[in-house]
């Protein structure tokens, strides 16, 4: 089984940063790939990013593109997502999840194991 635990949630201002951690346990493979996605009140839950384990390739959506940066953790079983020049709009509940496919899909369905969100607020 693979468990994963997200950090690094808060309140932050528009334009602020926030760095986000999944910590992954559990038989991981390089093969296997690690996602971002968020959810906020009253919208659907909708992708955000992804990551190969074993790093180098990278999936972003577009409404994050050139401001958030997903990458493994050094020396750590754990992905990170670098959060900056962050928007009101970009407030949501995020979650990490791992699929075991070859590919980075941007589709819930394909990720069988989820944490359990860190709140994410950015004020105006």
């Known amino acids: 089984q693979v468990q994963l635990v997200e950090s690094g949630g808060g309140l932050v201002q528009a334009g602020g940063s926030l760095r986000l951690s999944c910590a992954v346990s559990g038989r991981t493979f390089s093969s296997s790939a690690v996602g ?9 839950r909708e992708f955000v990013a992804a990551i190969r384990w074993s790093g180098g390739n990278t999936l972003y959506a577009e409404s994050v593109k050139g401001r958030f940066t997903i990458s493994r953790d050094n020396g750590k079983n754990a992905v990170c997502l670098q959060m900056n020049s962050l928007k009101p709009e970009d407030t949501a509940v995020y979650y990490c999840a791992q ?8 589709y819930d369905s394909w990720y069988h194991y989820w944490g ?3 709140q ?3 004020s105006s």
């Not at 971002?36 to 659907?44: L, Y």
């Not at 075991?100 to 899909?105: E, H, I």
């Open 36 to 44: 971002w996605f968020r959810q906020a009140p009253g919208k659907e």
């Open 99 to 106: 699929s075991p496919g070859v590919g980075l899909p941007p």
């Open 116 to 118: 359990q969100g860190t």
């Open 120 to 122: 994410v607020t950015v």
